[in-house]
């Protein structure tokens, strides 16, 4: 109890230390001391609570009487500092908002300060998700303080070198930013250990009024706009949190969370009443979230220093919201229309920011657009209020608490060094700042690339939603996942070319920043490692305790083998980085290279620069064409959960929500029968792969009237690419396409070990974002062109391979491919659509005409374009080999849906495993080549469509 109190009050001693501190040196001590301090206390907590578990901490009444006394007085205060400010700045929506507020705020205070024991005896209370929160706001957040003392320190100059040009002077208000910040984190503390809730709105309420100050920093008219774009928005959450307190006393309720889910299994009147509260809870925590229709004060928070971002898209602001709907999202299954409004408006707002991600070419709004997208993931497992989905919502909040607050502090050290924050800007920023683009790298690894924690944490949702038969979140997940693929693809193939002619600009950078970030780096190396421990020993306990049983969303040894590639990855970016012994050669640039910078001279003669920008598409997925739409209907999806709750009786809408929960689960073939599986598909796969392409070649020769090559010429073409010179133009690329190669591998022995055909999708999907990168690492604008186009390909087609799997388990009960094999029959009769449209996206995963796009030429002929233009011949030798182990794996899925408990069944699988490839080469012959859009079209038209169709059964077992 004490050392709660001391952790919740113990920031505001460096808060007031920044305000007295004079000179840099003291705002650093003060700085690295709180910070120190804080860090090793919320430690020490954690360990305490390993030794006792989760504990309620009684407060004596009288006690309890005068800090909520204390709280309200802060609530006023709060509102004096709001109006406060809208009168300065004329701004009348805030004053109306701030008096509406005021006089609740007063009103509540008259109501409950005379209360009685029942009310305030029990204000705090700290389990296993209070503990994972405390361990996240106390560690990153202090961090990104620490990050903050050198940063400020940069934009100060900045502030005062802009001002001398205009002839002024620029204050200096670096003291109160940083004071805010750790007053931030004593709010939050106050929130994540709360069961009070008068004492978690008073945390709430100073969170918002610091974020608002915090982005008017700079007083320009676009801080100064965007500030109070976040205080309305979010005081309209702010009165909803009040409105459900008082109506939660008024009707004689619990104001206490626990008190609230203790009632609702009473199965009483008044229990029934606990729905209005919990929907304005909510919908104070969607704003909180910056949900849509709310998520634009969250891109207006861009204007404020990165520190700011990074705190209030990482650790606390954000956070916020999402842990009041973790601890609510028991009482989602009870009152399903508070959960139909939380997932509905999660997954619109999933979808919808993660498509308008793409759009953007400013680093900090892609990183706020993820940021929105991902909360809403959140919030969309949480709605379902079943354990495997708040499994995976939980973890989505840990990883993506470490992983954003790197990326934000990488992108904000790098604007200051390289003067833009444009991903376009970035272009050979791996040689100009080269520590901090693997961290940068790294952080962007961790947020969408298996097996790091995001995506683990969205396969496990995806499970969570196949459990319970939750058709929307299953079709939004596989169709936003690939969004999420393409826009973070991009901006990491932008970072990995390696630019031979430019400036290290990196030994500027400040110490403090760089401890921040390494130690971030190192947290989000070790979450992804310690994964299964911290599942076993913190998120199953919790759900465990709330919900009365233990999620099985994925298996013990699947989450050790992606412990293992977690490592492997992380070495391969951190320290694989070196000068290369071969001989160094200039980018091929269709004419005549004058130098090292990417020059040419062209046909008339004339000098021109080979640029290359990323592909972005604002006429289709801009903000002003999606923004206004998502809002429009995530506001009527509101109205309607409001109206409901008002119009219809209470007992109306508490009952169990419908849900499928399906109770066989998957076990998998255990590390051993990976590991051998593995090593049978190496030594298998590229000899079957080799006799494949040779059986196309001749088969193509025919088609076109060719005698063609001998059958085993793709073995003597990959002879001879090992043989050839090792000529490179850069160092990175045979690196990158080893991995791509070894992914693969590894992604075909899951399969044919009978393991679990998500892990094995995303093992392919991992292997597509090595292959971009080693292409993207050239400079080429070339093999650039193609790198994009293999992301595109993959944002085309994994929809379909996410809703295959899924296919497979609404047949089998089972992700892992060896339940096909105890099946009374072939799962193409229970799996029909999705298999058509496997079919359907094969060719473009074949790379066959009409979509080889990212390349269209056989890897033994001499100019390559695309991908491998400038890749040398050992380097394409592995593209070709891991080609051939794609082929074989995307064919045995199509054997797989034709497997049943019959020998003869392998028989036929094989039969239409030849029959499929032989359509393919006849497509490849038939047909020109196509443009991206029709390959985007084709891969997402046949996986809405079929994959719609594949999810009936679903809504005829809830439905009908």
Not at 494 to 510: C, F, I, M, R, Y
Request: aromatic residues 10%; proline residues 4%; glycine residues 8%.
């Amino acid at each position: 109890m004490t050392l709660l109190y001391f952790l919740t009050l113990f920031p505001l001693v460096p808060a007031l230390g920044m305000l007295l501190a004079r000179g840099d040196r003291a705002r650093d001590a003060v700085g690295l001391i709180g910070s120190g301090i804080i860090m090793a206390v919320t430690v020490v907590v954690a360990v305490m609570f390993f030794g006792t578990g989760p504990q309620s901490f009684e407060v004596a009444p009288g006690t309890s009487h005068v800090l909520s006394i204390i709280s309200s007085v802060i609530d006023v205060i709060l509102c004096a500092v709001i109006l406060y400010n809208a009168y300065e700045y004329r701004n009348a929506l805030t004053t109306v908002l701030g008096i509406v507020q005021l006089v609740g705020s007063l009103a509540f205070a008259a109501m409950t300060l005379p209360a009685t024991e029942a009310v305030t005896a029990t204000p705090l209370y700290l389990d296993y998700m209070s503990v994972i929160m405390v361990l996240a706001v106390g560690i990153v957040g202090s961090l990104i303080c620490v990050y903050a003392l050198g940063y400020m320190k940069d934009f100060q100059a900045h502030d005062e070198h802009e001002a001398a040009l205009r002839g002024q002077t620029a204050p200096d208000r670096r003291p109160q930013f940083l004071a805010l910040m750790f007053l931030f984190l004593s709010a939050m503390f106050v929130i994540v250990t709360s069961d009070n809730l008068e004492w978690l709105f008073c945390g709430w309420e100073i969170t918002t009024v610091c974020s608002f100050l915090m982005i008017g920093y700079t007083r320009t008219p676009e801080a100064i706009k965007n500030a109070f774009t976040q205080i309305i928005l979010n005081m309209l959450g702010g009165i909803a949190f009040l409105a459900g307190l008082m109506y939660l006393h008024v009707n004689g309720m619990p104001l206490t969370i626990s008190g609230m889910i203790e009632l609702s299994s009473a199965g009483t009147a008044q229990s029934a009443l606990l729905v209005m509260p919990v929907l304005l809870l909510s919908l104070a925590a969607l704003t909180k979230a910056a949900q849509m229709p709310f998520h634009t004060w969250l891109l207006g928070a861009m204007v404020a220093p990165t520190p700011t971002s990074a705190l209030l898209h990482s650790s606390t602001m954000v956070k916020a919201g999402v842990f009041l709907m973790v601890k609510l999202s028991p009482l989602y299954a009870i009152y399903p229309v508070t959960g139909f409004m939380v997932t509905s408006v999660g997954a619109i707002t999933f979808l919808l920011a993660a498509l308008m991600a793409i759009s953007q070419s400013n680093a900090k709004r892609v990183l706020a657009y993820s940021t929105i997208s991902n909360l809403g993931l959140i919030s969309a497992c949480l709605g379902v209020g079943a354990p495997e989905a708040v499994w995976a919502a939980i973890f989505l909040i840990l990883f993506h608490t470490v992983a954003k607050s790197l990326l934000f502090l990488c992108v904000g050290t790098a604007e200051h060094h390289i003067g833009s924050r444009n991903i376009e800007d970035m272009d050979g920023m791996f040689s100009r700042m080269p520590h901090l683009t693997r961290l940068m790298m790294l952080g962007i690894m961790g947020m969408f690339v298996a097996p790091f924690g995001m995506l683990v944490s969205k396969w496990g949702a995806l499970v969570a939603f196949a459990q319970t038969g939750n058709v929307l979140m299953i079709m939004v997940l596989a169709f936003g996942s690939a969004a999420t693929f393409f826009f973070w693809g991009k901006w990491l193939a932008k970072l990995s070319g390696v630019d031979p002619t430019a400036q290290n600009v990196e030994v500027n950078v400040h110490k403090t920043e760089w401890m921040a970030l390494n130690t971030i780096a190192a947290l989000l190396i070790l979450c992804c490692v310690a994964f299964p421990l911290i599942s076993s020993g913190l998120v199953s306990p919790y759900l465990a305790m709330v919900f009365g049983r233990v999620p099985y969303v994925i298996g013990k040894d699947a989450m050790y083998l992606m412990v293992v590639i977690v490592a492997f990855i992380a070495v391969v970016l951190l320290t694989s980085f070196r000068v290369s012994n071969k001989p160094h050669v200039n980018v091929y640039l269709s004419g005549v290279g004058t130098d090292k910078y990417r020059h040419f001279r062209g046909s008339m003669g004339h000098e021109v620069k080979a640029e290359k920008r990323n592909w972005y598409s604002e006429d289709a997925l801009g903000e002003k064409r999606i923004g206004p739409a998502g809002s429009v209907v995530c506001c009527s999806i509101i109205l309607f959960a409001l109206l409901c709750c008002a119009w219809i009786g209470p007992e109306r809408l508490a009952m169990s929500a419908p849900s499928v929960l399906r109770g066989k689960y998957f076990e998998g073939s255990g590390v051993v029968g990976i590991y051998i599986g593995t090593v049978a598909f190496a030594l298998l796969a590229p000899l079957a792969g080799g006799l494949i392409d040779g059986i196309d070649r001749k088969l193509s020769a025919r088609m076109q009237g060719r005698v063609g090559p001998r059958l085993l010429q793709p073995f003597y073409d990959v002879a001879k690419l090992l043989r050839k010179a090792p000529a490179s133009v850069n160092t990175m690329d045979d690196t990158y396409m080893a991995c791509a190669l070894i992914f693969t591998v590894v992604g075909g022995g899951i399969f044919v070990s009978g393991s679990n055909t998500l892990l094995c999708a995303f093992m392919v999907t991992l292997a597509a974002i090595f292959v971009v990168l080693a292409s993207a690492s050239t400079q080429s604008p070339f093999a650039q062109v193609g790198a994009d186009r293999e992301l595109l390909q993959v944002m085309s087609y994994e929809p379909a391979v996410l809703l295959m799997s899924v296919g497979l388990y609404l047949a089998t009960d089972s992700f892992d491919s060896i339940a096909v094999t105890g099946q009374s029959a072939p799962i193409i009769v229970y799996s029909a659509p999705i298999f058509l449209a496997l079919l359907a996206v094969l060719t473009i995963k074949l790379r066959k005409s009409p979509f080889d796009l990212s390349y269209s030429h056989h890897a033994h002929q001499e100019i390559v374009q695309g991908i491998a233009t400038e890749m040398s011949g050992g380097t394409l030798a592995k593209m070709t080999l891991m080609h051939w182990c794609e082929t074989v794996l995307f064919l045995m899925w199509v054997g797989m849906f034709f497997v049943w408990d019959n020998p003869v069944s392998w028989v036929v699988a094989l039969v239409v495993m030849a029959a499929t490839y032989f359509v393919e080469v006849l497509i490849d012959n038939t047909f020109a080549r196509s443009t991206w859009r029709s390959c985007f079209k084709l891969g997402w038209g046949v996986a809405l469509v079929f994959g719609l169709l594949n999810l009936m059964p679903i809504l005829v077992d809830v439905f009908i």
